[in-house]
Every structure is written in structure tokens, then in C-alpha cells.
């Protein structure tokens, strides 16, 4: 039996400058964290002559053809494996999909992981990572970007940059242990209680950026600046000014889409920085999911978030990416 496990992850700057409507015409950069909550892969042969696919529903099919699940199915069909290679293939996550933590990355790069497990081939994380991408945005024409495929076969908090040739720089953030200590320590993520498909919450962006709207390019230029301001803010150690950035990014990146937030969301994203947050915004594509916070009031934070009704979900950063827990 194998068993693959990939980190979920937040976005820390630069969000949506991973799309490749924007990237191949501007460049993006990004910096991501990936946090010890994961999607599980287990992958064993069968006995019988078929595909058992145990994820959200179950499907038993004989013909990689047949299999319904998207993802499962074209990345069977990447790596050769056809009726010769029966399998049995069970998904698991810490946090369910559709909550903004990419969690479809995740999923893939730890199958792509499995299957490259069971044919014996060693893969680099910037191969793994990049074969998710042609998964999902390539075969399946999925208008996302790269960061979740790329954060979760690294691991750590990492910086990326998206050339205008497709190509991904990947590399380290530059902060001391006690600044990364300290991050990890004053970010606290709360469930907004909705769910969402970041597909369709990312088609508004990426059919404006294809068609150059104007107003929707510079906000992307802003963002993927603000990135960089938040980079140098936390190699310096400043996390005051990083959360600050927080806020700065989180209220333009309402102005992208109508869908990016709601009332409720707001009202509790306000409830927070009215006690004890310094900065903040909703991660992932938007519409749900959760709310990240900067804070050095703590107790302050939790009882307001309580009090709108919004369950915390603790974490810390992961170093690993994506990796083989039996093989």
C-alpha cells in the first residue's frame, strides 16, 4: 500500500498573479505558506480486474475512460497507466474542498505523487508540481492559477515567481527564526462557514484579464506590488507593516469581483479588526472559505470571532510538501 500525503497552504501576497492571463503578459509573484492540515492519498492494486475510486462519491469502472472524476482520470492517463495497472485509489482530507485552501492542488499533486510511487520513478517537486498544472489547467482547462500545485510539492513558505514563459522560479522566504516564529505564532484562520468553486469565482478575473480590462490588469499590477512590499516586510522582520498589507490587499481584492465577498463576511472580517487584528483577508479565490488574521491580541481575536459564529482551525507551517508516507 502507498500513502501520499499534500499540504493545504495560505496565500501571505500576491494572490491571483498565478493565472496565466495575467503571468504571460505581466509576470506574477507570489508568497504562499504551506500549514499542517492535508489531503491524503492511499493507492493499493486490486484483486479484481478494476478501478475502485473512493473520494466524496465511490465509482468501480474497468476502463481508465470510464472513471469520472476528473483529475483521477487524466492523471491516470498521464502516466501510462491503463487496465494493466487496476487500482484502488481512496482520497482523504483534514479540511474539505471548496473552502480556499487549495485543496485541488493538493489533491493532485499528492495522487501524481502516488502513481509515481507505485511506477518507481522519482519525481522533483518542480516536476510534480508542474505536472498538476497541465492537469488542471491544461487537460481539464480549469481557469486557476499555479500557486496551490507549486506550494504544496514544496512546502514551507516560499516565494514564486511566474514567468511570462510559463516558467516557475521557486525559493525560500529570507526570515529569521524568530520572525517566522512569530508569524506562525500571530496568525489565527477562522471558517466563514461557506463554501465555493474556485473556478467560478476565478473565471470573472481571468476572462478580464484576456480581454485587457484595464481596471482589472491594475489591480493585479497592485497586488503582485503589495507582494513584494510584504515580502520585504518580513524579511526585515516587520509584521506590523505586514499586516497592514494585509488589510491593504484584502480590500482591493474585493474590488476584482461582486462574488469575492458577502455581508456576513464582512461584517465579521470588521467585528475582528475592531478587536485586536491588525491586518487580515479572506483566503483562496474568494466567496468563502476562511479568514486569515494578524494579531497580538489573541484571546481578543478568538472571542470576537466566536461571537460571529466562526470556528477557528489551529495550524502551523509545513516544510515537507508533498510526501510519501509508505510506499
Given amino acids: 500500500m502507498i500513502i501520499t500525503r499534500s499540504p493545504l497552504r495560505i496565500t501571505l501576497g500576491g494572490g491571483g498573479t498565478d493565472l496565466p492571463s495575467y503571468y504571460e503578459k505581466y509576470s506574477g509573484f507570489l508568497i504562499a505558506a504551506a500549514i499542517n492540515k492535508y489531503v491524503y492519498i492511499t493507492l493499493n492494486q486490486t484483486f479484481q480486474p478494476e478501478f475502485i475510486l473512493k473520494y466524496s462519491h465511490m465509482e468501480r469502472v ?11 482520470r487524466e492523471s491516470l492517463t498521464a502516466l501510462g497507466l491503463d487496465q494493466n495497472d487496476y487500482l484502488e485509489i481512496i482520497s482523504m482530507a483534514d479540511i474539505p474542498a471548496g473552502t480556499g485552501l487549495g485543496s485541488s492542488g493538493s489533491f493532485t499533486t499528492a495522487l501524481l505523487k502516488a502513481l509515481h510511487a507505485y511506477k518507481k520513478n522519482l519525481v522533483h517537486p518542480s516536476e510534480l508540481a508542474e505536472q498538476a498544472c497541465d492537469i488542471e489547467i491544461n487537460r481539464l482547462q480549469e481557469p486557476i492559477g499555479k500557486q496551490d500545485q507549486y506550494i ?18 521557486a525559493w525560500p522566504l529570507r526570515m529569521s527564526d524568530e520572525t517566522r516564529y512569530n508569524l506562525e505564532d500571530n496568525l489565527l484562520l477562522f471558517f466563514t462557514g461557506y463554501s465555493r468553486s474556485a473556478s467560478k469565482v476565478l473565471k470573472e478575473q481571468d476572462d478580464k484579464s484576456r480581454a485587457m480590462d484595464s481596471a482589472m490588469i491594475d489591480n493585479l499590477h497592485f497586488v503582485k506590488d503589495l507582494a513584494h512590499q510584504s515580502q520585504s516586510a518580513l524579511e526585515s522582520g516587520d509584521l506590523h507593516e505586514f499586516a497592514r498589507l494585509m488589510d491593504v490587499h484584502w480590500q482591493h481584492k474585493k474590488k476584482r469581483s461582486s462574488n469575492m465577498s458577502n455581508q456576513c463576511i464582512n461584517d465579521c ?33 478568538r472571542k470576537a470571532m466566536r461571537e460571529c459564529g466562526l470556528k477557528e482551525e489551529r495550524f502551523t507551517f509545513n516544510f515537507e510538501g508533498t510526501a510519501a508516507l509508505a510506499v
Fill in 62 to 72: 474497468t476502463s481508465v475512460q470510464d472513471i469520472v472524476h476528473p483529475i483521477i
Fill in 152 to 169: 504544496a510539492a514544496y512546502g514551507g513558505v516560499t516565494c514564486f515567481q511566474y514567468c511570462t514563459d510559463g516558467k516557475v522560479t
Fill in 269 to 301: 472580517y470588521d467585528h475582528a479588526m475592531a478587536n485586536g487584528a491588525l491586518g487580515g483577508k479572506l483566503i483562496g479565490a474568494g466567496g468563502g472559505g476562511f479568514l486569515l488574521f494578524y494579531t497580538e491580541d489573541k484571546p481578543r481575536v
